[in-house]
Structures are given as structure tokens and as C-alpha cells.
């Protein structure tokens, strides 16, 4: 199911920037600037394998951009990235490739299931949306970069999979397992991003171009694929409220 539209692809409020810093902030910058770019060579480096670049893009290199956002700000954390067009074309083929890990289900609970696991594995997708959250705040030179990669759609199908959750699934407990993030915090991220987007002038229009926006408007009147009668309100209208 999820191959299938995949395979045609080919926060957060922002920290108010300094004008003057200090000495002390200054130093702490370029340290901050340093790490990332030894970072950022590991995951460029063709010696290494491919899996050896990839758990460093996934592990290292996108944490340390979040924290780096979280902590300096729009301008300077944009300004450390060495070449936006390289960054997001990892940030999107890691976002690709997660999904196609994603197994066949006979089901779309199941599938949804599987999925939503991944999004909140911090060894596999959780790190890369929390970056796209991070992305969606840039500069508009990045967004539409990520645009072009047509990241945004990816997002809102992402979200409408959301539906399809089996009420059994929130139930599952992952007891002081800091790999794996809360549903509801996943969820916060992925409509923290589609917020962003229908904020952005350039996303909404290609998104009403490409009549994906309407994607979003249909996930109002949605129901699972396998109505479960409950007592009391479904969990499928959370991601609604969202």
C-alpha cells in the first residue's frame, strides 16, 4: 500500500536571534558550527558505506541540527548547513526510504500500525520529521527545496494513515523504552508540519495545484477502513482536532 504511492515520489516558535553576542557566545557558536560540519563529512564520506553515512545523517547529524535550532535559532542554524540542496535531498531520501520499510499488511490498521512504530522509533523516522518540523521553519529558499521533493505531500498522506490506527494500538505500553516516542508526540509533530505548510504561500499553492491540499479538507469527514464501534468517542478524532 504504501510502496504504491511512495515509489512515485522521486516548533516549535522561533528563538528570537541576538544581534550582539558575547565572546563566550561566540565561541560557543563556533564550536556548535565545527561539530556540525564533522558531522556533516561523515555523512558524506564515500569511504564510509552507505549504512555508515545514512546512522550518521539519521543518529548524529539530525538531532544535532534540532538541539542546534532549539538553541541558536532560524539564521544561524540555516546559515551551518553546507549545501541545502544536498541537506534536504538526504532529509527526503531517509523520509522515502523508512516508509519502503514499512512491510506489505493485508490490512491499512496494520499498515498504519507499522508505520506510526517507525515514526516513532528514534533510530528510524522520528529524528527525520522532527528535522522537516524544524525545515518547515526556515528560510523560504529551503522550504521550497523541500517542496521540490514534494515532502509536504508525503506529510499529509503520512497524517491520514494516522486514521486508520487500530484502537488496540493505544493500548500497547512501552515502558522506560527512550526509543520510542509517545503517539501524541509524534502526532504534534506531523500536524505541527502540515500547519506550517498551509501557512507558506509556495506550499499551499503547489499543494491546491496538485489538489493534494484537499487531501487534508477529506481527513475531516474520513473514517477507518474498519469501523470499530466504542463506547465512547473514537481515537481516530484526535488526529481530527489536530
Same mark, same amino acid.
Given at each position: 500500500?504504501? +510502496? =504504491?504511492?511512495?515509489?512515485?515520489? %522521486?516548533? /516549535?516558535?522561533? !528563538?528570537?536571534?541576538? *544581534? ?10 563556533e ?41 541558536f ?5 540555516f ?18 526510504c ?9 490490512s ?7 508505520l506510526?512504530?517507525?515514526? +516513532? =522509533?528514534?533510530?528510524?523516522?522520528? %529524528?527525520? /520529521?522532527?528535522? !522537516?518540523?524544524?525545515? *518547515? ?7 521550497i527545496?523541500?517542496?521540490q ?60 495545484a ?9 481527513i ?19 488526529w481530527?482536532?489536530?
Amino acid at each position: 500500500m504504501w +510502496r =504504491s504511492w511512495v515509489d512515485r515520489i %522521486n516548533t /516549535i516558535n522561533k !528563538i528570537p536571534e541576538e *544581534s550582539h553576542l558575547s565572546k563566550q557566545d561566540l565561541i560557543k557558536q563556533e564550536q556548535q558550527q565545527a561539530r556540525f560540519r564533522d558531522i556533516w563529512q561523515k555523512c558524506n564520506d564515500l569511504l564510509s558505506s552507505e549504512q555508515e553515512r545514512s546512522d550518521s545523517f539519521l543518529m548524529e547529524l539530525l538531532p544535532f541540527f534540532c538541539s542546534t535550532y532549539e538553541q541558536f535559532g532560524v539564521s544561524f542554524t540555516f546559515n551551518t548547513i553546507p549545501d541545502d540542496r544536498t541537506f534536504i535531498g538526504l532529509i527526503a531520501k531517509e523520509l522515502i526510504c523508512g516508509i519502503r520499510k514499512v512491510p506489505e499488511h493485508k490490512s491499512k490498521a496494520e499498515s498504519s500500525q507499522a508505520l506510526m512504530d517507525n515514526l +516513532r =522509533s528514534k533510530s528510524h523516522l522520528y %529524528n527525520v /520529521i522532527q528535522a !522537516i518540523r524544524v525545515v *518547515s521553519f526556515g528560510p523560504e529558499s529551503i522550504v521550497i527545496l523541500m517542496l521540490q521533493q514534494r515532502i509536504p505531500s508525503v506529510i499529509i498522506k503520512l497524517f491520514r494513515s494516522f486514521i486508520d490506527l487500530s484502537p488496540d494500538y493505544y493500548d500497547i505500553q512501552y515502558e522506560d523504552d527512550m526509543e520510542i516516542a509517545s503517539i501524541a508526540d509524534t502526532g504534534d509533530i506531523i500536524a505541527d508540519i502540515l500547519k506550517q505548510f498551509v501557512q507558506n504561500q509556495s506550499v499551499l499553492h503547489r499543494l491546491i495545484a496538485e489538489d493534494t491540499f484537499f487531501m487534508i479538507i477529506r481527513i475531516m469527514s474520513a473514517k477507518p477502513a474498519d469501523t470499530i464501534s466504542q463506547d465512547k468517542e473514537p481515537h481516530y478524532m484526535t488526529w481530527k482536532y489536530r
